[in-house]
């Protein structure tokens, strides 16, 4: 019974994989568990489709620039 913190730091351990994460919850809630993963993409629900395109553009960007 793992969270979805738990399952992308498991998953990330294994895999050279980025993650963008997607709550009803506010940041500052979610902070401490943030913090262990490093700087992942948060959005927060409800958001803009413009916002998860923008999301994953930048996620590809930051992962294309750490694999080179």
């Given at each position: 019974k793992m969270d979805g913190f738990?399952?992308?730091?498991?998953?990330?351990?294994?895999?050279?994989?980025?993650?963008?994460?997607?709550s009803g919850f506010q940041e500052e809630e979610l902070s401490p568990k943030i913090k262990t993963m490093g700087s992942p993409i948060l959005l927060v629900k409800p958001f803009d489709p413009d916002d998860l395109k923008l999301a994953i553009d930048q996620t590809h960007k930051k992962h294309k620039a750490h694999n080179k």
């Open positions: 738990e399952v992308a730091n498991h998953l990330r351990s294994r895999y050279d994989i980025s993650f963008i994460f997607m």
